[in-house]
């Protein structure tokens, strides 16, 4: 019995140890594939760190991580907790560099690395990174900075770089690269700026760098970079405060190449945008305000909507910072589009080509205090001297305003304010340029005043002498409704009156204007009221004045119409918008109140009717 017994348990001990095997097997492995995954994980790890402690960026920065992972089948590492950093003391002085970055983040992914590679000649070469929502801490401190060190490709230091151990970038391919959500926090402090990016996309496609002796070439097909919010201060700027949303540039096929002293680019095309600008100046006076902008490299074309400008502080306080009179502007323009734009010639040669400037649905007011004295040594120039003194060399073929609308107000000398409204305005201006200055500028306007009063304005401005002619034209209107008008300059009031044309031209010079006026008018009846005069001298002054100044022109059919000369002296201390205000009243004076020369013109042209009435 007891031999049969103990085959039995043999047997069952043979079964029961293969059964432990078969099991223990799948164990083993697992665990042998725990142990080799985690030491290959130690493999990459210290391959990825001699990578980067093989090159010249370790002297000065340090890269941590806490682990990585990776999938062998697709060859994508990803690399967790990682930080890049500059080294609180480098290994190795390089004085050019005078800037530094930090980048923290949670995750950074390499896709389709060559692991091998990696393993056996410790060199990182893949197709893709992509890092989300890091955070990077940038600081500048001069003028042009400088982060990493580089190969030098200068013939002066070409022997101390072949000693170097470490390796410089002299070529590298990288087929994509994302950074996603990045918070950057900037500090330059070379110009004292201050600033805040959040929500920073970048995608840069087909990255190639490639160093040679004496030249740098740096390449990528395509560049996205995105930033949703950015806040910050300038102190050393024109601008103190600055924020904007959605501040993006995309550049498709960049090539450049760099030498000692020559910097050559190229790119198929570019588009830059923004929205919601706000701009702060310095000295907190002036607040800008810009709703969006495009811009085209391949449309060849500008646009930006709701531009805003307007000072923080009142009218006066704004005028008690100058001594002399000072043109104050505030206002809102709808839209600016700047279409057929020689970006080239602009780039390359420093010339602006623009086929057509649009500006549409300004709203505009300008401030003025004419109780400070005029600087005498300030000379505005005319238009056309002013487009020629422009560095830049500019063509813009047409430029064109529309529905415009101006406010222009004036604190005068006895404490009152005196306004004029310009209105439903259309302005156009051919051939602004400095560089085929034969021909001139000229400029056509169509505007109503106090939106009532339509007239047109044409003007060619010299290129080469400070000169221009004038043409304007006001059609029939009824002159009560001027009357805000000439009761904010004058203590004259319009009690009826009919204007059948005014037409004036004229040429202005550099020190006056001479020129032809046609007022044609009839039933016109006016009072003249004087503040702190009795009513009854007022009374005597609106019948003088009814007397002397002829209620029609021509006063009968038997008469011709007085058609007169008028002269203007150029009041050199001001633009040319007042020379023609002066020429257009002086040509009214004279048309009621004839000067000896005019009166003896007229004179000659009623002889020559009643002549011609005799026949």
């Not at 290994?91 to 980048?103: A, E, F, Q, T």
């Not at 059948?500 to 006056?512: L, P, R, W």
């Amino acid at each position: 019995m007891e031999p049969k017994s103990n085959k039995t348990s043999g047997r069952f001990s043979f079964k029961k140890v293969l059964l432990w095997i078969i099991a223990g097997i799948p164990v083993i492995f697992i665990i042998a594939g725990i142990f080799l995954y985690n030491n290959f994980n130690r493999l990459l790890s210290d391959a990825l760190n001699d990578s980067f402690n093989s090159t010249l960026i370790s002297d000065v920065y340090e890269l941590k991580f806490k682990d990585l992972k990776v999938n062998v089948f697709r060859g994508n590492i990803k690399v967790n907790d990682v930080v890049f950093q500059p080294r609180e003391k480098p290994l190795k002085d390089y004085p050019y560099i005078n800037s530094s970055l930090k980048l923290k983040t949670k995750e950074i992914l390499l896709k389709n690395v060559e692991i091998i590679t990696l393993l056996k000649k410790n060199k990182l070469k893949l197709e893709r990174i992509k890092i989300e929502k890091p955070d990077v801490q940038i600081t500048i401190a001069n003028d042009i900075p400088v982060f990493l060190p580089f190969k030098d490709t200068t013939a002066m230091v070409t022997d101390t770089v072949k000693h170097d151990s470490k390796r410089p970038i002299e070529g590298f391919f990288l087929e994509q690269f994302d950074l996603m959500d990045a918070s950057i926090h900037a500090e330059n402090f070379a110009k004292e700026r201050n600033l805040q990016i959040n929500e920073v996309d970048i995608t840069l496609v087909d990255l190639k760098i490639d160093q040679h002796p004496g030249r740098d070439f740096f390449s990528y097909s395509y560049f996205n970079f995105y930033i949703g919010k950015i806040t910050g201060s300038l102190q050393k700027e024109s601008i103190k405060t600055i924020s904007l949303d959605n501040y993006e540039i995309i550049v498709d096929s960049m090539k450049i190449e760099k030498t000692i002293d020559t910097l050559i680019y190229q790119f198929h095309d570019l588009q830059l945008g923004l929205k919601n600008l706000d701009l702060q100046t310095a000295d907190s006076i002036f607040h800008l305000t810009l709703e969006d902008f495009n811009l085209s490299y391949s449309g060849k074309s500008i646009n930006l909507k709701n531009i805003g400008f307007s000072p923080n502080i009142s009218e006066t306080e704004l005028q008690k910072r100058h001594k002399f009179q000072l043109t104050q502007f505030s206002g809102n323009v709808g839209l600016i589009s700047i279409t057929g734009i020689g970006f080239d010639s602009l780039f390359h040669r420093k010339k602006l080509f623009i086929d057509e400037l649009l500006v549409d649905s300004v709203s505009a007011v300008i401030f003025k205090d004419k109780t400070k004295p005029i600087d005498l040594k300030k000379f505005p120039a005319y238009l056309g001297q002013s487009v020629a003194a422009i560095k830049l060399p500019v063509l813009i073929k047409q430029v064109k305003a529309t529905n415009v609308n101006i406010v222009n107000r004036e604190y005068r000398p006895d404490s009152s304010y005196a306004t004029a409204n310009v209105n439903r305005a259309t302005m156009s201006v051919v051939n602004f340029t400095n560089i085929n200055t034969k021909q001139p500028l000229l400029l056509n306007a169509d505007a109503y005043l106090e939106n009532k009063v339509r007239f047109g304005l044409t003007l060619e401005f010299d290129y080469l002498k400070p000169e221009f002619t004038m043409k304007g034209k006001f059609p029939d209107f009824n002159l009560r409704d001027l009357n805000p008008l000439i009761q904010s300059y004058t203590p004259v009031t319009v009690n009826s009156g009919e204007v059948d044309v005014i037409e004036f031209s004229g040429t202005a010079g550099k020190t006056f204007s001479i020129g032809t006026m046609k007022f044609i008018y009839h039933d016109l009846n006016i009072d003249i009221k004087l503040e702190e005069k009795a009513i009854w001298k007022s009374s005597v002054l609106s019948f003088a004045a009814n007397k002397v100044v002829a209620s029609a022109n021509p006063v009968s059919e038997k008469v011709p119409p007085k058609i007169v000369k008028f002269h203007a002296d150029r009041d050199r201390n001001k633009g040319f918008i007042n020379i023609i205000i002066k020429s257009a009243l002086n040509g009214l004076k004279e048309t009621v109140l004839m000067s000896k020369e005019n009166k003896k013109v007229y004179k000659e042209e009623k002889r020559k009717a009643r002549k011609e009435n005799k026949k």
